[in-house]
């Protein structure tokens, strides 16, 4: 089987490129995100693999039949980067489902305790030696109230670790889990007892800004809200707007709505041309990082692993346990 990898980077190839030999593959590896003008660079091979920011449209999946292109390969566990109304029937797409919740939630606790306890701050006060403990005063996470949105792998690992901090939880899913202890309750009573809300669901029709002005507005005054899952949860205007009202007490972003084309590049030289994101880079209280909560070794190894047993399991005609 012959693969195009899109919007690889050098962490990519240091797991994929041992795996090659194994899985007897051929692997062309490409910094170019896949997009309608890069779709040629895959001719001939069998299937692409792609990460979250490279979108699929349903012009692209027409074209990657005609090339013969059997599977598209998904290096995530989110699939709404993909139109799969277009590809049902006609191409395979295959996802990793779960490869390090604990990874994700562990990050999704480090950006809570850093814009509650401004560790970030701070840090860069006394690397000049400014040794001032003005303006970081936090709060105690001990039994203050959180709101788990979404209580899937991820989400579980995040409740088992804030019962740690002795905090009262609360959770929300359109399906909720079993045999696990938490309290669900609908979306207005998590909002409004909330200290804290952390959001672990997936990106669809229903969740698309699941967070906006109008929930913000339920939310308790000096409300702190975590996102490492992804970027459209949240109506980034309506944020902005908690956020000049301090409504909300601080944020941390691990993903943003309009992240494609920014996220996981070096920009540092370059005029962002996205207003709001620099705009909302302005404000004290938040924290943004490059969408990076899953990137340990232990998740970017289970990464690599679970896609090659995906290619070979289409390869030998297997049960595709993984096809969305």
């Not at 401004?118 to 203050?144: C, P, Q, V």
């Not at 309009?258 to 590049?265: K, N, P, R, T």
């Not at 540092?268 to 004290?284: C, E, H, K, Y």
Request: proline share 3%.
């Amino acid at each position: 089987m012959k693969i195009a990898f899109y919007t690889t980077k050098p962490y990519d190839r240091i797991w994929f490129e041992p795996m090659a030999e194994g899985y007897k593959m051929d692997m062309i590896f490409l910094d170019a995100p896949c997009k309608p003008n890069t779709l040629n660079l895959a001719e001939g091979c069998d299937a692409i693999c792609i990460f979250i920011n490279d979108q699929i449209t349903a012009d692209m999946i027409d074209r990657l039949c005609e090339m013969n292109v059997k599977a598209i390969l998904l290096r995530s566990a989110g699939f709404n980067h993909v139109d799969m109304e277009a590809a049902k029937g006609r191409i395979h797409v295959l996802r990793v489902p779960s490869y390090s919740p604990q990874s994700v939630a562990e990050y999704a606790v480090a950006m809570l305790l850093t814009i509650n306890r401004f560790t970030h701050k701070a840090y860069t006060r006394t690397r000049d030696f400014n040794m001032s403990i003005n303006g970081l005063m936090g709060t105690e996470l001990y039994r203050k109230t959180v709101g788990i949105i979404g209580t899937g792998k991820i989400g579980q690992s995040m409740i088992h670790i804030l019962k740690g901090f002795d905090m009262k939880l609360y959770a929300y899913d359109l399906y909720p889990a079993q045999g696990i202890d938490v309290e669900y309750v609908d979306l207005p009573e998590l909002f409004a007892k909330s200290d804290v809300i952390s959001l672990h669901c997936p990106l669809t029709k229903d969740t698309h800004h699941i967070i906006d002005k109008q929930a913000i507005e339920q939310m308790k005054q000096g409300v702190y809200l975590i996102n490492t899952s992804r970027g459209a949860l949240i109506d980034t205007n309506a944020l902005i707007d908690g956020l000049l009202s301090r409504k909300i007490a601080g944020v941390g972003l691990d993903v943003y709505e309009e992240e494609s084309g920014i996220f996981y590049e070096d920009l540092s030289n370059q005029i962002i041309q996205d207003n709001t994101l620099a705009r909302l880079m302005t404000f004290p209280n938040v924290l943004v990082t490059s969408h990076m909560g899953f990137f340990t070794s232990e998740a970017m190894q289970a990464i690599a692993i679970e896609t090659m047993e995906n290619a070979y399991a289409l390869e030998k005609g297997m049960e595709l346990v993984n096809e969305v």
